[in-house]
Structure formats: C-alpha cells, structure tokens
C-alpha cells in the first residue's frame, strides 16, 4: 500500500493554464515540478488560452477555474503556456513556418493576459511557448 502525506497549507506560488497535449507532458512536469517544487494549481483544456478568450463573459468555465484558485490557494503567478502544432488551432500547417506561428500564439498570450488582469490584477502573469524539440520559449 502506498501513502501520499498532503500539506495542510492551501496556499500555492503559481497557477498554470496549459492544453491537454499529451505530446508535451513529460516536460510540462519536469520544468512545473522545478518551478513549483511544492505544488501548483493547474488547469489543462484543449487549446489552453484558446476557451479563455472564446468566451470573456463571466460565465466562462477556464476563468471560472482561475478564480476558484484564487479564492481558494491565492497564488502569486499566473503561468500561460501555449504549445507549438496546437490541433486546436490546426496544427502547424495552419501558419506556413514556425515563425507566424509563434508570433500568433504570442499575441494569443498576450490577449489572455490582458484579460486575467482584469479580473487578477496582483498576480504576476508569465507566458511561454513549448516547442516540440523540447525548447521552451519566454513570451
């Protein structure tokens, strides 16, 4: 039988939005466990910011999770990742080159941080693209 022993502390440093790509799980874990070495709250949706900025009513169930984390763990960062050949945005072939690409998941970055501050304005917000060779990119 194996135990796992939680901390009773409800208070985490980073909330991470991130896309269910399971091609990008393995370094997800390794640089979320390396940043966040006590836990983190996290929120994986197809698309990552893509629903967030579908839908900026109040009724919108990703902002809907970054609030309960709020409310519930106060985390002191936000941290949007966004990953390169998104199916949810059609792949890579959708842009041409790498390039367009990146430029449009940078701009997509920026319009949800826009959006989280609005509603989060003391969390600091980082944004991030994850490469397929494993490259991780500050936006």
Do not use: W
Not at 27 to 32: E, K, P, Q, T, V
Not at 45 to 73: I, M
Not at 113 to 122: G, N
């Amino acid at each position: 039988m194996v135990y796992f022993f939680m901390t009773k502390e409800h208070i985490c440093e980073g909330v991470v939005l991130h896309c269910i790509d399971f091609r990008f799980r393995k370094i997800l874990n390794d640089y979320l466990s390396s940043r966040f070495p006590n836990g983190y709250d996290l929120i994986s949706v197809a698309g990552g910011v893509k629903p967030l900025l579908a839908d900026n009513g109040e009724n919108n169930f990703v902002l809907e999770q970054f609030k309960v984390s709020n409310r519930l763990h106060r985390p002191e960062k936000i941290i949007l990742i966004q990953h390169e050949d998104c199916g949810a945005y059609g792949g890579s072939a959708t842009f041409g080159d790498f390039d367009a690409e990146q430029n449009f998941q940078k701009a997509e970055l920026e319009k949800a941080e826009e959006f989280l501050k609005r509603h989060f304005s003391r969390q600091n917000i980082e944004k991030y693209l994850f490469c397929l060779s494993g490259e991780i990119i500050a936006l």
